[in-house]
């Protein structure tokens, strides 16, 4: 079992950044993919982008291109989601994932196996 734990949520104005992170509590972490999506108020999960388990691939939806990045850390067992330029449209509750399966879809949340408590974002005009 694996127990995520987002932090770095906030309130912010439009063009401010954040960092998100994403914290596991299982040493395992580094063989599993990380995957981040939100959920606006009124709207369905939205996949926002995932990371490989080592680090080396990163895979952004369309939205966020040139505006988020995504990066780990699996020494200290954490993954960190940095958002730049940020929008109000970005305003909602982002979550981690994790998951391992082989043949997985990533930016389907049917992918992940282990989900964070999410932390809310909410961005000013």
């Known amino acids: 079992q694996v127990q995520l734990v987002e932090s770095g949520g906030g309130l912010v104005q439009a063009g401010d950044s954040l960092r998100l992170s994403c914290a596991a509590s299982?040493?395992?972490?580094?063989?599993?993919?990380v995957g981040w999506f939100r959920r606006a108020p009124g709207k369905e999960r939205e996949f926002v982008g995932a990371?490989?388990?080592?680090?080396?691939?990163?895979y952004p939806a369309n939205f966020v291109k040139g505006r988020f990045t995504f990066s780990r850390d699996n020494a200290k067992t954490t993954a960190y989601l940095q958002m730049n330029n940020l929008k109000p449209e970005d305003t909602a509750v982002y979550y981690c994932?994790?998951?391992?399966?082989?043949?997985?879809?990533?930016?389907?949340?049917?992918?992940?196996?282990?989900w964070g408590q999410g932390t809310q974002v909410t961005v000013s005009s």
């Open positions: 299982d040493s395992t972490f580094d063989t599993y993919i």
């Open positions: 994932a994790a998951g391992r399966r082989p043949d997985a879809q990533w930016y389907s949340s049917t992918a992940y196996d282990y």
């Open positions: 990371i490989s388990n080592s680090g080396s691939h990163t």
